[in-house]
């Protein structure tokens, strides 16, 4: 019952109700007499409660265990990220606001079990302020289902209800069709029925519990003060018995325990009202022996008598107040009343929709736009009734800022910003009643606007704000509304990055999915960077192929990324430089990994492994190199090639082809530099020849004897060693130097894509690594006195075949014409013509 009630207005079987009560099973134990009663139901985020009798074992068990926590309020609360996204995937396909009652129950159940545990800490100060958090977010979720299923149903009717006139005979038909046609109203009664619902939620049944020092008996210990006189005691129960008003009218003071009796009932009577319980305020003021005041209660239902319309012989009872005119008038004067206990004016106020008394006893911002709202929807109530001509003449009465007051949704809440309260202009500044405020305005844009502000300002939001905002947000997207795209994607950004760094891996594919595609590329390729454990990848790339991530186009740029990082120009190798392997070296290597989960992703990898060894073969990382070269499987090239073979396809594409052939001349490079190395290191570590002693004796000589035999034998082996080595490192770099069809380095395809920056990098590394190999293939020539054959490298490198001659640079043809030289010199030394050939007598 509430003035008017929704419910009970619209017709059984009309319209589907635009409000529901989340079910709840918290019977409360409080208590009445407490004089501080009214403040205990509106804590603050720092207040705990004083109930523990609705928790249940289990839920004690879990409070203490999160007791052991250094911050049991966000332990306990931290499972609401996976829950909301698990229920977001769940609800994909399911209407939209079956969504929103489960997110409203996921908060609901959180602050029952913070409920607990905010009582066995104590006060906990940050326990308390995350249950206070999401017990607002609980609330809004809630105003937000009973605000858009009015809105959804409302657009989805075409606003079929506003062409039909029906002829009204009675106030409550007239109200009906007000409430059926009229959004507004609808809406802003809505928002009186969320606002009581809280409150109700938050005192819960109590009534049963209420103990007076007089249960039924009116005034007692007024009457027992009279009781010596038998006269004046027939004078009392005349006066004060009989007439309620007698203490006013009269000026006679009641007894001071049954002033206080009074006034905390009527403090009680006003709570239930504002909890929109009052049937339950009318049983109490009964159960008190004051059934008179409980009259008083019911006289603001609208006046309809069915037996005018129903044709039926049969009669049917009247509802309502036909005078409802006259007690409305009576219940302004007495809210007016300036000697009245200002709980009852209150009680009056809210039934008579006077503004002033009624927002005298409210208290937080809560109270206050219930009181705006009540007030508005009485007005607008009352002005449809008056012209309809259905209004009384005692309503036309009253004061004309009331009959003319033009009240807007926009108007209650400029009101609101110029309230006296202290502590109503700070709650007005909380950021879930700032998006209360909108949501109730419908106004997204202002909504999204104070969304960038709190991104943008220097304190971080809470992590349950943010959550509530990106939810709140894919809500609004789900029905279609249009919203400021930056906006969105700015609030999704900063969720995403609360999830990176709060560890929350598998659930940053589901939220960076809602972003455009191009942005959700770069913003899951940077959250990919972030992952170090080898075992969680597989994971990540699955999740973003069930959030419809472009996978292949996220890990490309991933390695891309990595590898182009502190990324500087190709040196020569003839400076001085560290081949060693840094960190930063060996997250180049390790990024390769990302493209080699999926099969289908083989030439990209090859693309880009080539890419990371020419810059590590530019600066003489071989190691490196080699370390990225053993990163790619040895079945990829034939992978390749399988995934091209077809109906469709018959030939590779010009970019995988290239990309395979330069795959095998870095092989070929890498395996020529290996065969070099070991070459190196085997004749740097020639056996030692044994020093015979002097004047040896008899055993002396045979010792150096058996000494010398097996240095010879140790010789002889590592000479047939190093002769096989020396073959095998001239065979290597032969086959880099006259690297089939074109050349090492050089593209078959010329019909691919141009990569300017790819075909710089091969040319250099020509211009590098071709003269380098050139150069250890003489040293290794000459060490090995194969001077014939370093003379015939010569010819090589002239050939117009090959065209070697052009990677060199003057210097380099210099010093290499100068080892020749020595060469040439070594032969003359043999008896040899300058080219190695016997001389002709």
């Not at 038909?173 to 959004?183: G, N, P």
């Not at 009576?330 to 929709?353: D, H, K, P, T, V």
């Not at 972030?530 to 969680?536: F, R």
């Not at 071709?770 to 000459?782: A, H, K, T």
């Amino acid at each position: 019952p509430r003035v008017p009630d929704v419910s009970s207005i619209l017709p059984p079987g009309g319209r589907t109700p635009r409000y529901m009560h989340t079910p709840r099973n918290i019977p409360s134990s409080m208590n009445l007499d407490d004089s501080d009663w009214t403040n205990s139901m509106y804590t603050s985020p720092v207040l705990g409660l004083e109930n523990t009798s609705f928790f249940t074992d289990g839920m004690t068990n879990l409070s203490s265990a999160l007791l052991k926590e250094d911050d049991p309020g966000e332990a306990a609360a931290a499972s609401l990220f996976p829950e909301f996204l698990a229920s977001f995937l769940k609800h994909s396909s399911s209407p939209v606001f079956d969504l929103l009652e489960d997110y409203q129950t996921l908060c609901q159940d959180k602050v029952d079990v913070l409920q607990s545990v905010v009582l066995r800490a104590g006060q906990n100060s940050k326990t308390a302020g995350v249950r206070w958090l999401l017990q607002q977010e609980s609330c809004t979720w809630r105003l937000i289902t009973s605000l858009y299923r009015d809105r959804v149903q409302l657009a989805l009717e075409d606003d079929i209800m506003t062409d039909i006139v029906v002829p009204s005979k009675s106030e409550k038909d007239i109200v009906e069709q007000l409430f059926q046609r009229d959004a507004v109203v609808r809406q802003s009664q809505l928002v009186v029925d969320w606002l009581e619902s809280i409150a109700k939620d938050q005192i819960g049944d109590f009534s049963d519990n209420i103990e007076y020092y007089a249960k039924n008996t009116f005034y007692h210990n007024n009457n027992h003060i009279l009781l010596p006189s038998v006269f004046e005691y027939i004078v009392c129960v005349n006066v004060c018995v009989q007439d309620p008003d007698a203490p006013l009218r009269q000026q006679r003071p009641l007894a001071d325990l049954d002033r206080e009796d009074d006034a905390r009932l009527l403090k009680n009577l006003f709570t239930l009202i504002r909890a929109g319980m009052t049937e339950e305020a009318q049983r109490l003021c009964k159960r008190c022996g004051q059934a008179w005041r409980a009259a008083t209660l019911e006289g603001w239902k609208l006046y309809h008598d069915p037996n005018m319309t129903s044709g039926s012989i049969r009669l049917q009872p009247v509802e309502g107040n036909p005078q409802r005119g006259i007690w409305k008038a009576c219940c302004w004067r007495m809210a007016e009343e300036e000697q009245l206990n200002r709980f009852e004016r209150a009680i009056y106020a809210s039934l008579s929709g006077n503004l002033k008394p009624l927002l005298a006893v409210c208290e937080s911002w809560e109270d206050c736009v219930w009181a705006y709202f009540r007030v508005m929807v009485d007005s607008l109530v009352e002005k449809e009734l008056m012209s309809s001509g259905m209004a009384n003449q005692e309503v036309e009465a009253l004061p004309r800022e009331y009959l003319e007051a033009n009240w807007t949704m926009e108007k209650v809440f400029e009101e609101l910003q110029a309230i006296e309260s202290k502590r109503v202009l700070v709650e007005t500044r909380e950021h879930y009643h700032v998006i209360q405020k909108f949501v109730i305005l419908g106004d997204l844009d202002g909504l999204l606007e104070e969304f960038s502000d709190w991104l943008t300002a220097s304190k971080p939001l809470p992590s349950h704000l943010l959550r509530f905002m990106v939810h709140l947000l894919l809500f609004f997207r789900s029905l279609g509304l249009a919203l400021k795209e930056e906006a969105c994607v700015d609030v999704l950004k900063a969720y995403i990055s609360l999830l990176i760094q709060d560890q929350q891996t598998n659930l940053v594919a589901s939220y960076v999915g809602q972003l455009p595609a191009e942005l959700a590329t770069a913003q899951y390729a940077a959250f990919l960077e972030t992952i170090t454990q080898p075992e969680l990848r597989p994971r990540c790339l699955q999740l973003g192929t069930d959030a419809g991530l472009d996978v292949a186009a996220i890990t490309k740029l991933v390695v891309e990324t990595v590898r182009e990082r502190d990324d500087a120009e190709f040196t020569h190798h003839s400076q001085t430089l560290e081949t060693g392997t840094t960190k930063e070296d060996q997250r180049k290597i390790n990024v390769i990994d990302w493209l080699l989960f999926d099969p289908a992703h083989r030439a990209e990898a090859l693309k880009q492994s080539n890419a990371i060894m020419r810059k590590f073969l530019a600066l003489q990382k071989h190691d490196a190199a080699k370390a990225v070269f053993s990163k790619v499987p040895e079945d990829s090239v034939k992978e390749i090639c399988y995934q091209w073979t077809g109906p469709d396809h018959t030939t590779l594409p010009a970019e995988d082809e290239n990309a395979i052939r330069e795959h095998l001349c870095i092989r070929a490079y890498l395996e020529a530099h290996e065969a070099f190395t070991d070459w190196f290191s085997h004749s740097s570590s020639a056996p030692p020849k044994p020093a015979p002693a002097p004047e040896a004796k008899f055993t002396e000589r045979v010792a150096n004897e058996m000494r010398e035999k097996e240095y010879q034998a140790d010789l002889s082996a590592w000479s047939c060693c190093l002769d096989v080595l020396t073959k095998d490192v001239k065979e290597r770099i032969y086959n880099v130097l006259l690297f089939v069809d074109g050349g090492w380095m050089v593209d078959n395809r010329q019909d691919s894509e141009q990569d300017s920056e790819r075909s710089h990098q091969m040319a250099a590394l020509r211009s590098l690594c071709l003269p380098r190999l050139s150069f250890l293939l003489l040293s290794v020539l000459q060490n090995s006195s194969r001077h014939q054959e370093a003379l015939r490298l010569a010819d090589i490198i002239s050939s117009d075949q090959h065209r070697l001659y052009r990677v060199f640079s003057k210097e380099e043809l210099r010093r290499f014409l100068q080892k020749l030289r020595e060469s040439s010199l070594a032969l003359l030394d043999r008896g040899l013509d300058p080219l190695g050939y016997e001389l002709q007598p």
